[in-house]
Each structure stands twice: as structure tokens, then as C-alpha cells.
């Protein structure tokens, strides 16, 4: 199964796909697109994804982005181990809590958007950095509500990482890149500690990736 990963060392959604791929051992080769650059921007790459953003999954020719739907497309093609549940209700509480950071709270820190409230905004670097912090931490906020009523036991849905996990693991990257101290979050905290002690999540981390400038 050859599969290549477009992907970023900071980019908070290829994080979401390497840790999906390494929790079902599905090798992978990735490509960098230097989005802080603006590489996602260059024609050929434009070819590639029309949104002309990363992550983008490549598959027995297929082009698959948007890391949600690149996650459930690898649980569809290699079903084990489950990164949703088997029941309804399951995996509409679990896609729930992903869509918490994939919907609410990441998009609003990406590079197009800061670029576009320094541009048309006249935000300058602080203002940026403000508003990045808030909205990061707005998500973190959500996810300790929620597990505060459903606590983890030990994961989002019982034993093993889901797309959930995941993604709270990713809202704790944003933290990690805004230096927002998560002791105020002790659910999320103590998940993510769970989280990052798997390999999986740990060797999927931003700042162990190849171009991490730090």
C-alpha cells in the first residue's frame, strides 16, 4: 500500500494524519510543503489540492484532504485498529469532539487567516499572537467541558485512541506552539499526557518532525 503525505512539521492537521497512520503501522512517504512560506500556493502543487492547502493523502492514485476525511478514509481501507467506534452513537460523539478543534478552534489560527487579520486588519504581531492564543484556547476550554461530563477512561471512548484523542492531542499542540499553560484544563492534560505517552502521538509531534526550527 503506497501512500504519500503532502504535509508541514507545523501543521496541526498532518499532525491529526501521521498519528492516524502510525496508529494503524501503514507506512508513508512525506512531502514537505512549507506552508509558512506560502508553497501551497505554487502551481504545481495547486494541481495536487485545489484548496491549495495540506494535508493531502495520496493513494493508490487517489488525492484525499482534509485530515477528517483522511482519517476515516484510512479507517474505511484498513480497519484495524478502529480509529471510530463501530456504533452510531459512538462515532457521532466521537466525531463531535474531533470537529471541537477540526471546525471551531484550528481554522481560526491558520496561516491564511492570520495573514488575512494582519493585511486587512492592519493586526499587527502581538494582536495576531493574541487572537491566535484565545481562539487556541477556547478549544481547550470546550474539550475540558466535555470531558468533565464523559471522562476519559482512559481515552475519549474507552480503551484505545480514537479520531477524538487525536484531535484534543492536536488542540494540545496549539497550546504547546502559543505557550498557553494547560494546568487550567485538567482533563485535557491528563488525556494528552496519556496521549503522547504512546509513541504514536509522541514521534508524530511538530517539533520532532524533519525542518522544526527549535
Given at each position: 500500500?503506497?501512500?504519500?503525505?503532502?504535509?508541514?512539521?507545523?501543521?496541526?492537521?498532518?499532525?491529526?494524519?501521521?498519528?492516524?497512520?502510525?496508529?494503524?503501522?501503514?507506512?508513508?512517504?512525506?512531502?514537505?510543503?512549507?506552508?509558512?512560506?506560502?508553497?501551497?500556493?505554487?502551481?504545481?502543487?495547486?494541481?495536487?489540492?485545489?484548496?491549495?492547502?495540506?494535508?493531502?493523502?495520496?493513494?493508490?492514485?487517489?488525492?484525499?484532504?482534509?485530515s477528517l476525511a483522511i482519517m476515516e478514509?484510512?479507517?474505511?481501507?484498513?480497519?484495524?485498529?478502529?480509529?471510530?467506534?463501530?456504533?452510531?452513537?459512538?462515532?457521532?460523539?466521537?466525531?463531535?469532539?474531533?470537529?471541537?478543534?477540526?471546525?471551531?478552534?484550528?481554522?481560526?489560527?491558520?496561516?491564511?487567516?492570520?495573514?488575512?487579520?494582519?493585511?486587512?486588519?492592519?493586526?499587527?504581531?502581538?494582536?495576531?499572537?493574541?487572537?491566535?492564543?484565545?481562539?487556541?484556547?477556547?478549544?481547550?476550554?470546550?474539550?475540558?467541558?466535555?470531558?468533565?461530563?464523559?471522562?476519559?477512561?482512559?481515552?475519549?471512548?474507552?480503551?484505545?485512541?480514537?479520531?477524538?484523542?487525536?484531535?484534543?492531542?492536536?488542540?494540545?499542540?496549539?497550546?504547546?506552539l502559543y505557550q498557553l499553560d494547560v494546568?487550567?484544563?485538567?482533563?485535557?492534560?491528563?488525556?494528552?499526557?496519556?496521549?503522547?505517552?504512546?509513541?504514536?502521538?509522541?514521534?508524530?509531534?511538530?517539533?520532532?518532525?524533519?525542518?522544526?526550527?527549535?
Amino acid at each position: 500500500m503506497a501512500i504519500q503525505l503532502y504535509g508541514f512539521w507545523r501543521s496541526n492537521a498532518a499532525f491529526r494524519v501521521r498519528v492516524a497512520l502510525a496508529l494503524k503501522q501503514l507506512p508513508f512517504e512525506e512531502i514537505e510543503v512549507d506552508i509558512l512560506a506560502g508553497r501551497q500556493f505554487d502551481a504545481d502543487y495547486a494541481q495536487v489540492n485545489v484548496e491549495r492547502v495540506v494535508p493531502t493523502l495520496i493513494h493508490d492514485g487517489h488525492r484525499v484532504f482534509q485530515s477528517l476525511a483522511i482519517m476515516e478514509y484510512l479507517d474505511e481501507i484498513h480497519p484495524s485498529p478502529r480509529l471510530m467506534p463501530e456504533d452510531a452513537q459512538g462515532r457521532a460523539y466521537v466525531r463531535a469532539m474531533a470537529m471541537v478543534s477540526v471546525a471551531d478552534s484550528h481554522p481560526l489560527v491558520v496561516p491564511r487567516v492570520r495573514k488575512h487579520l494582519a493585511e486587512t486588519f492592519g493586526a499587527d504581531a502581538t494582536a495576531i499572537e493574541a487572537w491566535c492564543r484565545h481562539w487556541a484556547q477556547e478549544g481547550l476550554a470546550t474539550y475540558e467541558r466535555m470531558l468533565e461530563q464523559r471522562p476519559a477512561a482512559p481515552f475519549a471512548w474507552g480503551s484505545a485512541p480514537t479520531l477524538a484523542d487525536i484531535c484534543i492531542a492536536g488542540q494540545k499542540i496549539i497550546a504547546d506552539l502559543y505557550q498557553l499553560d494547560v494546568a487550567a484544563f485538567p482533563h485535557v492534560a491528563a488525556l494528552t499526557k496519556r496521549c503522547f505517552a504512546l509513541p504514536e502521538f509522541a514521534d508524530a509531534h511538530p517539533f520532532r518532525q524533519d525542518g522544526y526550527p527549535g
